[in-house]
């Protein structure tokens, strides 16, 4: 079986660096907002009506890339996320 690799490689100063993925997005979104992840998931459900994500879902957003339950976030659900939770973000 071969693996399906979901990040891109990117160069910097002569070094491989994996850019970062929607899902790694929601991952610092979450980690900075400061929030619990079910109090995550409410903001990430803010506006999404009868098509919001069950627990089990997000946290297969949050998990390694690597893990059998990993899911990638789509472009369009990061955009959604970045402007929900865009008010909750800790000021450092």
Known sequence: MRHVCRRRIHWHNGYMNP????????????????LSQPAA????????????YSINTFKAFLVRADSPKFRPLKDE????????????????
Do not use: C, M, W
């Open 19 to 34: 850019a970062k993925t929607n899902n790694d997005r929601l991952r610092e979104l979450v980690e900075a907002s400061g």
């Open 77 to 92: 659900l990061l955009a959604h996320a970045e402007k929900n939770f865009k008010q909750h973000i800790k000021a450092s």
């Open 41 to 52: 998931l409410a903001v990430f459900n803010l506006g999404l009506g009868p098509a919001a």
